[in-house]
């Protein structure tokens, strides 16, 4: 499957964008689209997960509270909705795919990601 990552910009402080992560693939019940970020000199971090079947969710305690993560099977596109950002929020945003034959549970590691897609870029001013 190929991924899309879109919706990246420019916002002050306290604002809000809306990320989404259009597969051109299948994605099936028992996958994750996991939202990882990337900020200058930086290690890219986990930031969001979301299981396909039941849309149950996992966030990184920095955006707990501020970001939720959706997804839209007809349209086979997950979203990032992310309010109250903040600077330190500024990175290149990446979604990626967890694939199992099976439920799993939720790992914030990228190891378990596949299908990165290109990043984009979300740059919050103060």
């Known amino acids: 499957v190929q991924l899309q990552a879109s919706g990246g910009g420019l916002v002050q402080a306290g604002g809000s964008l809306r990320l989404g992560c259009a597969a051109s693939?299948?994605?099936?019940?028992?996958?994750?689209i996991g939202w990882f970020r990337q900020a200058p000199g930086q290690e890219r971090e986990f930031v969001a997960a979301?299981?396909?079947?039941?849309?149950?969710?996992r966030y990184a305690d920095s955006v707990k509270g501020r970001f939720a993560v959706s997804r839209d099977n007809a349209k086979n596109t997950a979203y990032l909705q992310m309010n109250g950002l903040r600077p330190e929020d500024t990175a290149v945003y990446y979604c990626?795919?967890?694939?199992?034959?099976?439920?799993?549970?939720?790992?914030?590691?990228?190891?378990?990601?596949?299908?990165w897609g290109p990043g984009t870029l979300v740059t919050v001013s103060s």
């Open positions: 990626a795919i967890r694939r199992s034959p099976n439920a799993t549970p939720f790992s914030s590691s990228e190891y378990y990601f596949g299908d």
């Open positions: 693939g299948n994605i099936y019940s028992n996958d994750h």
């Open positions: 979301i299981k396909w079947r039941n849309r149950d969710t």
